[in-house]
């Protein structure tokens, strides 16, 4: 087990499935030894059977195999003459499966083998300091509430997320705040003449008017802005703005490391009220702005044809 001792939990899957395969390779040797003509992987298809028939449909529902796996797995079985299929005397347009008059006598024989392999089964699971069945169960339920692939995607953002650097402004980046703003505004719509200010002169109209922005940078590339614009408002003190993110370096908690990054500096100024304006079209940045406490207001005017969606964040000092 050197393997497993080098690689640790990530090969948890290599090691389940050479678990799977010698509990598998028994399997076979047992359904001969009581002779019954069964193939492991039909053991599911079969034990449903013995309630009664079923459609193809109801079978796959009852075990949780798809619909053309026990398609594949009855063929299978009627080629051995176990299965029959037929139409329902109540409904013609349903097919039935059933246990062939062979199937039944299987069905005494197999009654057997269940009672023995259930007590090997229990043997080990009292032998063992931890309950297989029930750690597979938690496994199960836990992987239903989130998917090992999605918790791998997670822990790969908090990851990266470490090498990515929040920066004040300065003007080496004046060129990557524009280019970055630019890339996405024209992909979906078109640049305004509310963007062409802010993105040529952003020292004029953001941040000698009391507004700053933050540049992300990973691995010392920029691949991110946020600016945060000063209101001259008498409910709102700052505005959320020109939130970019390269797209190469998207999947990287970017646009959350920003977007706090702004609240966080709303907080320390003093601000009660952050607004900010989008597009739903964009519903990577509303789902965004929606975690970061974001909430949607109406009724306000705007400089920009795109927008079609106000959101404001109330600050708790």
Not at 304 to 311: A, D, G, L, P, T
Request: charged content about 30%; aromatic content about 10%.
């Amino acid at each position: 087990m050197d393997f497993f001792n080098q690689t640790g939990h990530m090969a948890i899957g290599t090691r389940l499935r050479m678990l799977s395969d010698k509990v598998s390779d028994d399997a076979a040797q047992v359904y001969q030894l009581f002779d019954v003509d069964l193939q492991p992987k039909w053991f599911p298809v079969f034990h449903v059977l013995q309630q009664g028939e079923f459609t193809i449909t109801e079978i796959a529902q009852q075990i949780g195999h798809s619909h053309p796996s026990v398609s594949k797995i009855v063929s299978e079985m009627a080629k051995k003459k176990i299965v029959t299929e037929n139409k329902d005397k109540n409904d013609g347009r349903r097919n039935v499966i059933r246990l062939s008059a062979k199937g039944r006598d299987m069905a005494e024989k197999f009654e057997k083998q269940v009672v023995d392999v259930g007590s090997a089964v229990q043997e080990i699971l009292e032998s063992s300091r931890n309950n297989l069945w029930e750690a597979i169960e938690e496994w199960e339920y836990l992987l239903e509430q989130k998917s090992l692939y999605k918790r791998i995607v997670e822990h790969k953002k908090l990851r990266e997320a470490k090498d990515v650097k929040i920066v004040p402004f300065e003007e080496k980046y004046a060129k990557d705040f524009k280019a970055l703003n630019e890339e996405w505004i024209s992909t979906y719509f078109k640049m305004e003449s509310a963007d062409h200010q802010s993105l040529d002169h952003p020292k004029e109209y953001i941040l000698d008017r009391g507004g700053e922005i933050f540049i992300a940078l990973y691995q010392d590339d920029v691949v991110g802005s946020c600016a945060l614009i000063k209101m001259n408002d008498p409910q709102y003190d700052y505005e959320l703005a020109k939130m970019a993110v390269s797209p190469k370096a998207q999947g990287k908690n970017i646009g959350w490391l920003l977007g706090s990054t702004i609240v966080n500096r709303v907080k320390e100024l003093g601000g009660r009220n952050l607004y900010l304006e989008s597009n739903t079209l964009l519903k990577p940045a509303i789902n965004l702005y929606q975690k970061l406490g974001f909430e949607k207001v109406v009724g306000r005017a705007t400089p920009y044809e795109r927008c079609n969606i106000q959101m404001e964040l109330k600050i708790h000092l």
